[in-house]
């Protein structure tokens, strides 16, 4: 029995995609309700990508033109209404859901499962039916698939619908998609290296685990296979700020997202060269189309009230009595929608049932921030907004 706290903070996790969970006894638990978890995660996940390339270029209030930097790097209309671009998006989404269901099946897990982990991999959720998430399969082959399925979640379903009709071009040459698989390889390749110094696993296997897991916190999935809390230092700081940057906008992840990175790098870079030289003339470019000012500006003013959010929301939970790394890890994980956090308590192999109901509150508050990009709420709470 769930008390409405729980309850609530269960569903809102299951669609934001987060995954962090307070149920404890998964493996016992109805499969009508791992099944509701499961179809929450993939509702969630299709519908922030229609709301990203199909309604937030088209919102125009107060602050809500911030939205538009989501559409900014496809700006193309691939088809030529939103209700169709909708639609080919959804058909893209169940195709892939059905394939990824399909491979895990053949993999060996029973259709069930099969079919559930489908859902929440494709939309980079995470909820799992076992208390042990995917580690509990002990499937690398299963983990392989799965890889690959978080990867295609975090990539612009929108350059999917062009590769159907035979256009490769845009995936391939997106300098977010370059950037995104980048960051990929250089945080897999140096966990990989750190773990294996420090354990007599072999090569293959300690490639595998900490591709998983670094794959699954960098999209926001949130699956693990082995507590990467024990992995040291260094990798558990690099997982901390992997969960902040996300995949690709258009996609099913959350976090910053990347091009937001990309479009501040070139903002920075802009600016530096005119101290440097004033009377030169440096524009930002993004995908090789300069970046209009008032899109930097909107990227510039999201940062600030992400770091905002999640410094208020590590002092809320602190001054509920949660320890440094519980409150940190939790506002890190809750405004990302990453799922797991950090330590004993949220980590890998905890969960979010032992957290006072206060918190989960909180918490709840944050993923809906973090799955609404901050000022579809914020805004509500303006008397302007609803003075309009």
């Given at each position: 029995?769930?008390?409405?706290?729980?309850?609530?903070?269960?569903?809102?996790?299951?669609?934001?995609?987060?995954?962090?969970?307070?149920?404890?006894?998964?493996?016992?638990?109805?499969?009508?309700?791992?099944?509701?978890?499961?179809?929450?995660?993939?509702?969630?996940?299709?519908?922030?990508?229609?709301?990203?390339?199909?309604?937030?270029?088209?919102?125009?209030?107060?602050?809500?033109?911030?939205?538009?930097?989501?559409?900014?790097?496809?700006?193309?209309?691939?088809?030529?209404?939103?209700?169709?671009?909708?639609?080919?998006?959804?058909?893209?989404?169940?195709?892939?859901?059905?394939?990824?269901?399909?491979?895990?099946?053949?993999?060996?897990?029973?259709?069930?499962?099969?079919?559930?982990?489908?859902?929440?991999?494709?939309?980079?959720?995470?909820?799992?039916?076992?208390?042990?998430?995917?580690?509990?399969?002990?499937?690398?082959?299963?983990?392989?698939?799965?890889?690959?399925?978080?990867?295609?979640?975090?990539?612009?379903?929108?350059?999917?619908?062009?590769?159907?009709?035979?256009?490769?071009?845009?995936?391939?040459?997106?300098?977010?998609?370059?950037?995104?698989?980048?960051?990929?390889?250089?945080?897999?390749?140096?966990?990989?290296?750190?773990?294996?110094?420090?354990?007599?696993?072999?090569?293959?296997?300690?490639?595998?685990?900490?591709?998983?897991?670094v794959i699954s916190i960098l999209t926001g999935t949130g699956?693990?296979?082995?507590?990467?809390?024990?992995?040291?230092?260094?990798p558990i700081t690099l997982l901390l700020c992997l969960m902040f940057i996300g995949g690709c906008a258009?996609?099913?992840?959350?976090?910053?997202?990347?091009?937001?990175?990309?479009?501040?790098?070139?903002?920075?870079?802009?600016?530096?060269?005119?101290?440097?030289?004033?009377?030169?003339?440096?524009?930002?470019?993004?995908?090789?189309?300069?970046?209009?000012?008032?899109?930097?500006?909107?990227?510039?003013?999201?940062?600030?009230?992400?770091?905002?959010?999640?410094?208020?929301?590590?002092?809320?939970?602190?001054?509920?009595?949660?320890?440094?790394?519980?409150?940190?890890?939790?506002?890190?994980?809750?405004?990302?929608?990453?799922?797991?956090?950090?330590?004993?308590?949220?980590?890998?192999?905890?969960?979010?049932?032992?957290?006072?109901?206060?918190?989960?509150?909180?918490?709840?508050?944050?993923?809906?921030?973090?799955?609404?990009?901050?000022?579809?709420?914020?805004?509500?709470?303006?008397?302007?907004?609803?003075?309009?």
């Amino acid at each position: 029995n769930l008390s409405v706290a729980d309850a609530f903070f269960e569903s809102m996790s299951g669609i934001t995609t987060t995954g962090s969970t307070v149920i404890v006894g998964l493996n016992e638990a109805p499969p009508g309700i791992l099944l509701w978890r499961a179809l929450l995660q993939w509702l969630g996940g299709v519908g922030i990508i229609v709301m990203a390339m199909a309604m937030l270029p088209m919102l125009s209030v107060g602050g809500m033109q911030l939205f538009r930097t989501e559409a900014f790097d496809t700006p193309d209309k691939v088809l030529p209404r939103a209700a169709q671009l909708a639609g080919g998006i959804f058909a893209i989404y169940l195709v892939m859901t059905a394939l990824c269901a399909l491979a895990l099946w053949i993999s060996g897990f029973n259709g069930f499962d099969a079919i559930t982990h489908s859902m929440t991999t494709i939309a980079t959720g995470g909820y799992s039916t076992k208390d042990g998430s995917i580690g509990h399969f002990n499937n690398p082959v299963a983990e392989w698939i799965i890889i690959a399925g978080m990867i295609i979640g975090s990539l612009p379903f929108v350059y999917y619908l062009r590769v159907v009709r035979g256009d490769l071009s845009p995936i391939i040459h997106d300098s977010q998609v370059k950037w995104f698989l980048v960051i990929v390889f250089v945080s897999v390749s140096g966990i990989t290296f750190w773990i294996w110094d420090d354990s007599n696993v072999g090569g293959v296997d300690t490639l595998r685990n900490s591709a998983f897991n670094v794959i699954s916190i960098l999209t926001g999935t949130g699956y693990v296979t082995q507590d990467f809390g024990l992995w040291g230092g260094f990798p558990i700081t690099l997982l901390l700020c992997l969960m902040f940057i996300g995949g690709c906008a258009g996609s099913t992840t959350c976090g910053i997202k990347i091009f937001r990175f990309q479009i501040l790098a070139a903002t920075a870079q802009a600016q530096l060269s005119r101290l440097l030289v004033p009377h030169g003339v440096f524009i930002p470019y993004y995908n090789r189309k300069v970046i209009p000012e008032p899109v930097s500006n909107a990227v510039m003013g999201f940062f600030f009230l992400y770091i905002v959010c999640f410094a208020a929301l590590a002092a809320g939970l602190s001054a509920l009595g949660l320890d440094f790394i519980t409150a940190i890890s939790g506002a890190a994980t809750a405004i990302s929608n990453v799922g797991p956090g950090l330590g004993s308590t949220i980590g890998p192999t905890g969960n979010f049932a032992g957290l006072p109901d206060a918190a989960k509150w909180i918490l709840s508050f944050g993923m809906l921030l973090g799955r609404l990009e901050l000022f579809t709420v914020l805004v509500m709470f303006s008397p302007a907004f609803w003075n309009r």
